[in-house]
């Protein structure tokens, strides 16, 4: 039962969160009360009665009052003179209920939502449904980067006041974002379906300001990859050995456009037995460690290194913070702040199966001195790890993958302290019959941080140790003929990359608008690379032929740069807003004027995207038919 009366009430964003609450400030004497969907942690913190509740996410979104939702009766040009509404997520209503039920017996609220601009939202979301049943009630935010006991405890005792700016410029993007977003949609879909596009029901063409940039950077490298000739040219390839080793070299020349320029030089060489070297270089230089890791970071490596999708490494990341091993994952910063105690950190992992003995030996067995990035946002620290599990818990709780991704982590937390790698650079100059070639070499003298850290160690390719008048043996020499190679299309790290230079999204929200590309069929990852769909890349060429601005990410970007105005107290989110809707009704009108153009190039499209799932639901319609007829 819950009690009449509480003295303060701490409103987390997640479940796992508010537990960790209970469990820290009360020595894991709590008791949890099921009320609906939500879990109530009951406690007494210092002789008072509190209680914790999590939430899930937002309780509020931004959406057009009733009348405006018919898509055939509203001109969509209209949306951008509508002021949108707040309304209750359906998901959330019943931790609205137990909010409010909360809410009306405690005095004194805690704001306990992750430490960003979302959670700051989310914050005075909860503060606006708290309000209205409990006019008095006093409200406190508990900023914290990490759900440990001495995080959660610094936090409590170092509560600090909600702070609305940076609460209006998520719901400015949110207003923004809902406008723009509705009034191009419903005007696409209405185009191509009044063209004769067959649209599957509850299907549309989807427009989004993030979403809709990032497909044009995935088609604009395949286009590049589509529109790229390939040119033959020629090289000179030597097979040499020497001191029992045998290694490649090349004419110093290097390549031919035309294979008769190349056979010239080849004859010179052609029945040549030996050669000699000319020079020979054997530099060490310093690989230096990976600085600090944030949330860009961590999803481009998990995808490179771990073949773990980045909205799903997230969500995983989300899931160990929750629990209390890694910090908070949405953070910009790459620069660890004073105030974390590095060599306490590091002394976690000394028991650590695999590479205990490391800690100890190339970590705490000196000064730390950890890398440092250029980024700082100032609220975050970077990830890292916050304590030490097992390979068998973390299995057991968050999967294989789940697993991977803390091993990961920790592994390059580690990384960022230790020392660097050593390698030798090698480089051969060899003459052959008075000919040039020259061979590059590679060897690590000292694997340092690599030790601890695997995932982007360099291979081996070591030459032999030679010094100039040394005799070459010629086994081989041969005119090779390649091409030019296409670039790639564009692999999830490199697209992160991108959104990441243009401001297409923020850390937080950069896979999902990845994610609803893939939903909505515009491209698919394959082994790792963004290939657009006929669709996609029909929707995106058209708009970039007739209105690019929508498409361009540079536009998002300068949005992104006013909505940080918000945030900084510079600028009121109505005025920002209002630039931003004026701004993009222009781009509607002149969608419009290319409408024609518009349904020509994406109609098609639509049609043999859909064409599968039409002939499915005749075939599935024919068999109920042919069902009731036996029956």
């Not at 020595?27 to 109530?40: H, P, S, T, V």
């Not at 009052?65 to 018919?70: D, L, M, T």
């Not at 209503?93 to 809410?103: F, P, Q, R, S």
């Not at 893939?518 to 698919?524: H, M, N, T």
Request: glycine share 6%; aromatic share 10%; net charge positive.
């Amino acid at each position: 039962m819950i009690p009449q009366r509480i003295s303060t009430l701490i409103v987390a964003e997640k479940p796992g969160v508010a537990k960790a609450f209970a469990e820290f400030l009360s020595d894991n004497r709590y008791r949890e009360i099921k009320y609906g969907r939500a879990k109530i942690y009951v406690f007494r913190y210092k002789g008072e009665l509190w209680a914790s509740i999590g939430l899930r996410g937002h309780l509020m979104d931004f959406d057009f009052p009733e009348e405006y939702n018919s898509w055939q009766k509203v001109n969509p040009r209209q949306l951008f003179f509508i002021k949108p509404i707040r309304k209750t997520r359906r998901e959330a209503w019943g931790y609205v209920k137990a909010l409010k039920l909360l809410a009306s017996r405690a005095s004194r609220i805690i704001l306990a939502p992750d430490a960003d601009v979302e959670g700051e939202s989310i914050g005075f979301e909860a503060m606006t449904i708290i309000s209205r049943v409990n006019p008095n009630a006093t409200f406190e935010r508990a900023w914290f980067n990490a759900v440990t006991r001495h995080d959660i405890l610094q936090a409590i005792n170092n509560l600090r006041k909600p702070n609305p700016k940076l609460a209006n410029k998520a719901f400015a993007r949110m207003v923004a974002d809902l406008t723009i977003g509705a009034a191009f949609t419903r005007a696409l879909t209405l185009i191509a379906e009044k063209e004769g596009a067959k649209l599957p029901r509850g299907r549309f063409i989807s427009y989004g300001p993030c979403q809709t940039p990032v497909l044009y950077l995935v088609v604009k490298r395949a286009l590049e990859r589509e529109n790229f000739k390939s040119k033959k040219y020629y090289v000179i390839e030597a097979l040499l050995e020497a001191e029992g080793q045998q290694f490649k070299a090349t004419y110093a020349g290097g390549k031919f456009d035309k294979k008769e320029e190349a056979e010239k030089v080849y004859r010179k060489v052609k029945n040549a037995k030996h050669g000699t070297v000319s020079d020979s270089h054997y530099d060490s230089v310093e690989i230096n460690p990976p600085v600090p890791l944030n949330t860009v970071e961590l999803e481009k490596r998990a995808s490179n290194f771990l073949n773990i999708r980045s909205k799903q490494a997230l969500a995983i990341a989300e899931d160990l913070y929750q629990n209390g091993l890694i910090s908070y994952p949405r953070t910009d910063t790459n620069i660890y702040p004073p105030t974390i105690n590095l060599r306490q950190i590091a002394s976690q992992f000394l028991d650590h199966p695999e590479i205990g003995v490391y800690v100890r030996r190339e970590i705490l067995s000196r000064k730390i001195k950890p890398t440092r990035g250029k980024e700082d946002d100032g609220a975050h620290p970077p990830i890292y790890p916050t304590r030490y599990a097992s390979k068998s818990f973390v299995k057991t709780h968050f999967g294989e993958k789940g697993w991977k991704l803390y091993d990961f982590v920790v592994r390059h937390f580690l990384a960022t302290l230790s020392p660097p790698a050593v390698q030798e650079k090698q480089a051969l100059k060899i003459d052959i019959n008075e000919v040039p070639f020259e061979a590059t070499g590679s060897r690590l003298l000292d694997e340092g941080f690599y030790e601890v850290y695997p995932y982007s160690k360099p291979s081996d390719s070591p030459l032999p140790y030679l010094v100039k008048g040394d005799i070459v043996k010629v086994l081989e020499i041969s005119v090779v003929e390649k091409k030019t190679k296409p670039p790639p299309y564009l692999s999830e790290a490199e697209l992160l990359r991108l959104m990441k230079k243009y401001g297409i999204g923020t850390d937080a929200t950069m896979q999902d608008h990845i994610h609803t590309n893939l939903k909505r069929k515009y491209f698919i990852i394959k082994n790792k690379r963004c290939i657009p769909t006929e669709l996609g890349k029909n929707l995106a060429v058209i708009l970039h032929e007739t209105v690019p601005e929508i498409v361009l990410p540079e536009v998002r970007g300068k949005m992104e740069k006013k909505l940080v105005l918000i945030a900084r107290g510079e600028r009121e989110p109505g005025e920002v807003v209002g630039e931003i809707k004026e701004e993009f009704l222009e781009y509607y009108d002149k969608l419009l004027e290319n409408r024609d153009k518009i349904a020509e190039k994406i109609v098609k499209a639509i049609n043999n995207v859909y064409a599968k799932y039409h002939s499915k639901r005749k075939i599935s319609a024919k068999r109920k038919y042919r069902y009731v007829r036996k029956h």
